[in-house]
């Protein structure tokens, strides 16, 4: 009867997941295409406020929420989520704009469903894993088969509401299940996944994702073979001063992906450089309490210091503390334990959130908890078996 419930309650970790993947990405893709109209609006939302009971059911009866308890990481994690509780409700009862309340109250339950999300993840077994390394490269391959003229199409209206392929959620769910699988994956498996993935997440178009995928693959292929990373690392810094040399770069002015680089050349930059500006002026006149609410909805700062805005010095303390802690542990236990794919998935996780949240990122990123999770399994040594080792298919 043990064993039979067990398998019972995997199986509610395995429908959630595939809420994620495949579902959420064909929903998304046959909508884009016109197969259907968008009942379900974007779906992501949907999907995640009716899997997280299941989710919440999987993690009390998997895990041991004692041992997360002894974990300092966890204990920090714990405040944050009282500070980011206690504001969501203070949104709702002060008067402030609708959307901006609604944002909070919404990032609260995505914190908490990303993290039940990666514990299940990392808990996944031999054919759930390999299902979602196939799917990723044959979704992906599909990506740039379909390609022509560009993959994701301009939005559509059905009725009063508006349909835009959400790239940047799918660039988001791309990032999290190759973290997840690429510690575990032999070489071959990895160069045949960067060969698919790279492509597709340049074609998906979500920027901060495309380069956060280069930042993960030289920390992965770094650890694996760092002096085949060496190697490369050269070819390819030759290859780049060679390139620059030769080539005109105000062409990739009118490239998307890379006009960021170009001052004046992205709509998108200038404004995030506006609201970087606003958030500093606010920080400055209320350093220590911040200034909730003091942008209108949507214009906060795109990086990590938008939890200063929100939750005064003593947030971003605990919200550095929440990343820095385990940061700082991995690295201790790296000297040993490095050639460990639990040990590199979690390095992988806080390392790539940190990138994110300084470059990109606000503070309500939903990889944040999910950095927090993946650590605190691997302190506990919960990973499953499949994921502990090299995954051997």
């Known amino acids: 009867m043990r064993i039979v419930a067990g398998h019972g309650i995997s199986f509610l970790a395995g429908v959630s997941i595939l809420v994620v993947a495949p579902s959420y990405f064909l929903y998304q893709t046959m909508v884009q295409a016109g197969f259907f109209a968008p009942v379900l609006k974007g779906f992501f939302t949907v999907g995640m406020l009716v899997t997280l009971p299941l989710l919440i059911l999987y993690v009390f009866a998997r ?3 004692g041992e997360f308890l002894r974990r300092r990481t966890f204990q920090i994690f714990i405040v944050f989520m009282l500070m980011f509780f206690a504001l969501a409700l203070f ?3 002060s008067g402030v704009d609708a959307d901006i309340a609604y944002y909070i109250q919404l990032s609260f339950v995505r914190f908490v469903y990303m993290f039940c999300l990666a514990l299940a993840l990392v808990r996944m077994e031999g054919r759930l894993s390999r299902f979602i390394y196939y799917f990723i490269c044959g979704y992906s391959l599909f990506v740039i088969l379909s390609s022509s003229g560009g993959f994701v199409r301009p939005p559509a209206w059905y009725g009063a509401y508006l349909f835009e392929f959400d790239y940047q959620q799918i660039a988001f ?3 999290v299940f190759s973290m997840v699988l690429l510690p575990s994956l032999g070489a071959f498996r990895r160069y045949f996944y960067y060969l698919l993935v790279i492509p597709a997440l340049y074609l998906i178009g979500a920027r901060s994702e495309f380069f956060a995928f280069f930042f993960l693959i030289a920390i992965v292929e770094t650890v694996r073979n760092w002096r085949l990373s060496l190697f490369v690392f050269l070819v390819m810094l030759v290859a780049g001063a060679v390139g620059l040399a030769v080539t005109d770069l105000s062409l990739l002015k009118n490239i998307r992906m890379f006009s960021i680089f170009f001052e004046g050349a992205d709509l998108s930059a200038d404004a995030r450089t506006t609201y970087a500006i606003n958030a500093y002026d606010q920080i400055a006149q209320s350093p220590l309490w911040g200034g909730f609410a003091s942008h209108p909805a949507g ?7 938008a939890v200063w805005v929100d939750m005064g010095l003593f947030g971003l303390v605990v919200y550095l503390s929440m990343l820095l802690v385990p940061l700082s ?6 000297l040993n334990a490095h050639l460990r794919p ?3 998935r979690a390095f992988c996780f806080v390392s790539v959130t940190l990138f994110l949240l300084v470059l990109a990122k606000t503070y309500t990123y939903g990889l944040v908890p999910m950095a927090v999770a993946v650590y605190c399994v691997y302190r506990s040594g919960s990973t499953s078996e499949t994921l502990k080792s090299r995954l051997d298919w």
């Open 63 to 65: 895990f041991k929420l």
């Open 91 to 93: 949104a709702s009862l």
């Open 173 to 175: 769910c791309y990032l």
């Open 299 to 305: 214009e906060y700062i795109h990086n990590l210091l």
């Open 329 to 334: 542990a991995l690295l201790i236990f790296g």
């Open 342 to 344: 639990d040990w590199l």
